[in-house]
């Protein structure tokens, strides 16, 4: 009963800036979990485009492993005619490339509804858990957490719809005006607008899982009722938690971005990939730290509401009870 | 008036303001010339990068001198020093077989425009006519049109296959009164035919018997009237808010030729064929329009409804277009080449000045280019239409000195196709425009050879490498752009197939430009690039003004190259052969001890096995490299279907390349061209990492549900 009340009406006595740090922090010191996440995230797009590659080089005709034009076109540049003469061979040497990213999405994502359990108890718990406890959590967590993910897309059914209604909108708008840059203006308000209410959802599932995991309960439906009363009002603080994190993200992978492209060679192949990787790394670290933070958000904002209350003052002393025997024969 | 100092050190005078039209002019200033001759040093030159030639900049300037405000006689249009065809008048460059002049109202609220024409035609067939066809094109923008069902069953340049009828693109054409002087009223004996595939439903040619035929050298004088109901924007033509590209909007008589009438319905992959002559055209628009048109502006009046008339006269063209938008912004420049002056107007819809430098200099290298190559150009204007955001459909299209480009607010500058589009369209006045052969029936001739004439001029203003797509992490050049659009089709038409009678939209474009100009780079290879040039030119100056053929470009390729190319052009022109050679196997043997009867080093025994996978039969040189660095190159004839090389020596064989000098673009797959024994993996790294890389963050994203 008093979890209810802290969910459904209190504010968080700012614990907002501390929580960013902490956050990563937790990643930082928790930071196998993001090497094991790293590694299947790897694994399994590694495996997806072996397989591609494997098809391309089966089916050229050694176009590229044996090539002399290969090396020019693809090594010393990227030539992008080159995929398009791939893709126009009578083999089809670029066939399959849609299921290379399909599949590992897929596997990638039931990993990460399973794991998460588990990262949300690492992050919560004070102490660190060992394997076991990781995949007890983790098995715990995973069908309410599959629950919860249904939700989410349920809930992001309307939002889809608002998306295309809003296409038409844009189509209407770009159609109307003479000058393109309406329809410019129309989209970038509307491109916000979407990212707002989009974080904003994420937010609210995120603290359905940190709830549900804190008090270890399965009822998910009532989870996202609290969570929502609980963002609701805390919004800012959450929010402006989330927006920090994924402003760092984003800013890092331009700058990965522009590192790989603008100034490494092209035929720089081993840092190229170390350039990829620490951009994946840092990326999945980004999503991790939001997690970390906004569970070291909760478990603080509880932690003040549970602060203890002052005990009143005793009250003052009551004169000594004459002893019995002292007192005076009646 | 703004100055500022521009990269480079150009000074920049941006003057802009309003004419009393209401559209905003700029005029390039004069250093213009020296930008001109910039872009004639550029076609020295291999790898110019993109900065530099900005560093030309281009500089706006004043208002577009006044032409169009107020009644003004222009000077007479400018004729190039060039000696006219056979049996045209001693003042023209053309036969002049028609004259036209319409009356033209645009009615902006119903998107009308009402016209009158009057068509006076000189037989000039050497015998009596007496039916005469007439092209209808807007009237292919009807749901049952020839044209719609086309394209819906296999697409067109504007959209794809299967794409349903849209209302908002109906047009339609309706000749309300024909006459004919000496005869009179000869409307009800108007007739729709449909020659080439009998759909009834099609009414965009239609004919007139006259009661008696007009005798050879006596002209017939046709006045009609007719209405035009515009489309938003389709396929070249049509509105778009109150911007209008109108083209192919008046009755327009067919071509006697060959002895017979040529005019063909307006197919989803057709264009035009058209006889020369002469256009005077009066076009009554609001007054707020700014105006472009296929000639000199003659005469301008403000009338008393808030409408404005505009007189234009053309002459030795064949096709007449315009376009009207209150929004457009012109930018005036000049360019002067062995001809004379001629006068540029790029008419910029909103949000696209910052490609108006990027066309100029693309139009100006294009215009050198011709000129110092290929042949002077002889009109005294040229100008660009820039259509607005939502109109790309009419962007990309050639009329007799008006030209469509397309751009969009962000192009990029490493992205370029503003001036690939400018250099293809603006070459059109060649193939097309002057040469004017007959685009139903032989697209190659223009689309293709124009194609070529592209990837030279793109090749030379923004490098061989780089002349599509010039972006830090990517590249793509024109020539391999045009030979990758046919590779897709390859062997389903020739390039001699008549426009209409392609299997399908994919493979018009693919064989029609993309293959065409690969056909003619690889041709350039064989004879040379000054060989190659001296072919354009001899064929551009014999064949200006006229109608040529397939057999007289490829008649004059023989006989300036002095080789005979036919066995070339059997498999490359009219047939589907496919071109692919690969080298099937290269390795080495060390040659076993009773097999030597030296005791010297060790020796090594190397086999290189050439294979020709395709049908194309190509003389080929094939290097083989070996491992103390010296190599060796064979020639083969091709004609066999493999062929295998052995050598011993006492270095292994590393490699071998077919076609090491990389002379023979029509080859289909320039992978199996070459093959190393030894296995590198760096392409495989390289495609691996971008792929592990996307799919990581794929999956991430995905996962974001969770």
């Known amino acids: ?330 | 008036m703004e100055t500022a100092p521009a990269a480079g050190g150009v000074k920049i005078e941006n003057s802009a303001a309003h004419c009393a039209n209401g559209a905003k002019r700029h005029i390039l200033s004069g250093r213009g010339e020296s930008h001109i001759a910039r872009g004639q040093d550029c076609f020295a030159q291999t790898h110019m990068p993109i900065r530099r030639i900005f560093e030309t900049a281009l500089v706006f300037g004043a208002l577009f001198a006044a032409p169009m405000a107020g009644a003004k006689r222009l000077p007479p249009q400018k004729h190039a020093k060039t000696p006219a065809p056979a049996g045209a008048e001693p003042s023209s460059l053309s036969t002049r077989v028609v004259a036209y002049k319409i009356d033209a109202t645009l009615v902006p609220r119903e998107h009308k425009i009402n016209a009158s024409e009057t068509l006076v035609y000189k037989n000039l067939t050497g015998q009596p006519l007496q039916t005469f066809p007439f092209h209808m094109y807007l009237n292919a923008f009807q749901p049952q049109s020839t044209f719609m069902t086309e394209m819906r069953l296999y697409g067109t340049r504007g959209n794809s296959s299967g794409t349903d009828w849209d209302p908002k693109h109906f047009g339609s054409e309706t000749v309300t009164k024909l006459e004919v002087d000496g005869i009179g009223d000869v409307t009800k004996s108007i007739h729709f035919i449909h020659p080439d595939d009998n759909n009834a439903q099609d009414r965009t040619v239609f004919q007139v018997s006259l009661p008696h035929p007009v005798a050879p050298g006596d002209s017939v004088i046709f006045h009609m009237n007719f209405v035009d109901v515009m489309p938003e924007v389709v396929e070249r033509t049509g509105y778009k808010r109150d911007f209008y590209m109108v083209g192919q909007w008046f009755p327009k008589i067919g071509v006697w030729w060959h002895n017979q009438w040529n005019c063909h319905q307006f197919h989803a992959t057709t264009e035009f064929f058209a006889d020369f002559g002469t256009f005077d055209v009066n076009v009554t628009v609001p007054q707020d329009d700014v105006v472009g048109a296929a000639g000199d502006l003659v005469s301008s009046k403000n009338n008393a409804d808030g409408t404005k008339t505009l007189a234009f006269h053309s002459e030795d063209v064949h096709d007449f277009s315009w376009t009207a938008s209150p929004h457009f912004t012109d930018v005036e420049d000049s360019w002067t080449g062995s001809a004379g002056t001629v006068k540029i107007h790029l008419l910029m819809s909103p949000g696209h000045m910052g490609s108006a430098p990027r066309y100029m200099q693309a139009l100006k290298g294009t215009l050198a280019y011709y000129d110092k190559n290929v042949g002077p150009y002889p009109y005294d204007r040229i100008t660009v239409v820039d259509p607005p955001h939502g109109a790309a459909d009419a962007g990309g299209m050639e009329y007799p000195t008006l030209i469509t480009a397309g751009t969009t607010w962000y192009m990029p500058k490493g992205v370029l196709e503003p001036e690939a589009v400018v250099a293809h369209e603006f070459g059109h006045q060649y193939w097309y425009g002057m040469v004017a052969t007959n685009e139903f029936e032989e697209a190659w001739l223009d689309e293709g050879i124009n194609s070529y004439e592209e990837v030279k001029i793109m090749d030379a203003l923004y490098g061989p490498k780089t002349s599509m797509i010039n972006l830090p992490f990517a590249q793509l050049s024109d020539a391999e752009a045009q030979r990758t659009s046919y590779l897709g089709l390859p062997d389903y038409d020739p390039l001699t197939r008549f426009a209409w009678k392609f299997v399908d939209d994919q493979s018009y474009g693919g064989i029609t430009y993309g293959k065409t100009a690969t056909v003619l780079l690889t041709l350039e290879k064989m004879i040379g690039e000054d060989k190659m040039r001296e072919v354009m030119r001899q064929y551009f100056m014999r064949y200006r003004f006229t109608h040529p053929t397939g057999a007289d470009f490829l008649n004059t390729i023989n006989e300036v190259s002095g080789r005979n190319f036919d066995w070339y052009f059997n498999q490359a022109v009219s047939g589907t052969n496919i071109l692919d050679y690969e080298i099937r196997d290269v390795h080495s043997d060390p040659v076993k001890w009773y097999e030597s009867v030296s005791t010297g080093p060790r020796v090594y025994r190397s086999y290189v096995t050439v294979h020709r996978n395709g049908d194309f039969v190509f003389p080929v040189d094939v290097k083989i490299t070996f491992d103390d660095k010296s190599s060796q190159t064979e020639h083969w004839d091709g004609r066999d279907r493999w062929i295998r090389y052995t050598y011993e020596r006492t270095a292994k064989v590393t490699a071998a390349e077919i076609d090491p000098d990389h002379n023979v673009w029509l080859d289909s797959n320039f992978f199996n061209n070459s093959r190393t024994v030894e296995s590198y993996h760096s392409a495989t790294h390289k495609l691996l990492n971008i792929w592990v890389f996307v799919n990581e963050w794929i999956s991430q994203l995905t996962s974001w549900i969770t």
């Open chain 1, 1 to 330: 009963m008093l979890d209810m009340a802290i969910d459904s009406t209190q504010r968080a006595p700012q614990p907002g800036p501390r929580a960013f740090l902490a956050g990563a922090g937790l990643v930082w010191t928790r930071q196998r979990i993001l090497w094991w996440i790293f590694a299947v995230n790897l694994v399994l797009a590694f495996a997806g485009a072996s397989f591609v590659a494997h098809n391309v080089a089966e089916n050229s005709g050694a176009a590229l492993n044996h090539s002399l034009e290969s090396a020019r076109r693809l090594v010393e540049g990227f030539d992008l005619s080159a995929l398009g003469e791939l893709s126009s061979l009578p083999e089809q040497p670029l066939r399959g490339t849609r299921t290379m990213f399909v599949w590992p999405s897929i596997f990638f994502t039931l990993f990460m509804i399973f794991s998460t359990g588990g990262i949300l108890v690492s992050y919560y718990d004070d102490l660190r858990l060992d394997a076991a406890g990781f995949f007890e959590a983790c098995g715990r967590h995973f069908w309410r957490f599959v629950r919860l993910a249904i939700y989410f897309i349920i809930v992001m059914i309307p939002v889809v719809f608002a998306g295309s209604a809003v296409g038409s909108l844009y189509d209407n708008v770009d159609d109307a005006s003479v000058s393109p840059y309406s329809s410019v203006a129309f989209l970038a308000a509307v491109t916000l607008l979407f990212l707002f209410v989009l974080i904003s959802i994420r937010i609210w599932f995120d603290m359905a899982q940190i709830i549900s995991m804190a008090k270890n309960d399965r009822r998910m439906y009532r989870m996202l009722g609290r969570s929502a009363k609980l963002v609701w009002n805390n919004f800012g603080s959450l929010f402006w938690l989330y927006i920090r994190i994924s402003v760092v993200g984003w800013v890092v992978f331009a700058a990965g971005l522009s590192l790989w492209m603008l100034v490494l060679p092209p035929d720089s192949t081993g840092p190229a990939i170390l350039v990829g990787q620490a951009m994946t790394l840092f990326w999945l670290g980004t999503r991790l730290w939001q997690h970390a933070s906004e569970t070291e958000w909760y478990k603080r904002y509880r932690t003040a509401l549970y602060q203890p209350v002052p005990m009143p003052p005793p009250p003052s002393v009551p004169p000594p009870i004459p002893d019995v025997e002292s007192l005076p024969p009646s």
